[in-house]
């Protein structure tokens, strides 16, 4: 994932992503796929990340815990 937004590729972004990549997962100095789209200037592969996120963390939240 990484290396497809850094180098801009939503096909392959939106292929990985499907198959559950992991937006959270860092490089050795802390870039996350995020980080190097908006760093290259890919801002179409950065927004369909972002979105990614949000989405993600929505259907977290939403999750009931459950009841004592």
């Known amino acids: 994932l990484h290396i497809a937004a850094r180098n801009g590729d939503i096909p ?16 050795y100095d ?8 908006l760093a290259e200037g890919h801002g179409d592969a950065a927004e369909l990340l972002r979105e990614e996120i949000t989405k993600r963390f929505r259907r977290i939240r939403t999750v009931s815990l459950p009841k004592d």
């Open 12 to 27: 392959l972004i939106r292929l990985l992503l499907f198959n559950g990549a992991d937006l959270k997962m860092t490089t």
């Open 30 to 37: 802390g870039l996350r796929p995020l980080d190097l789209a």
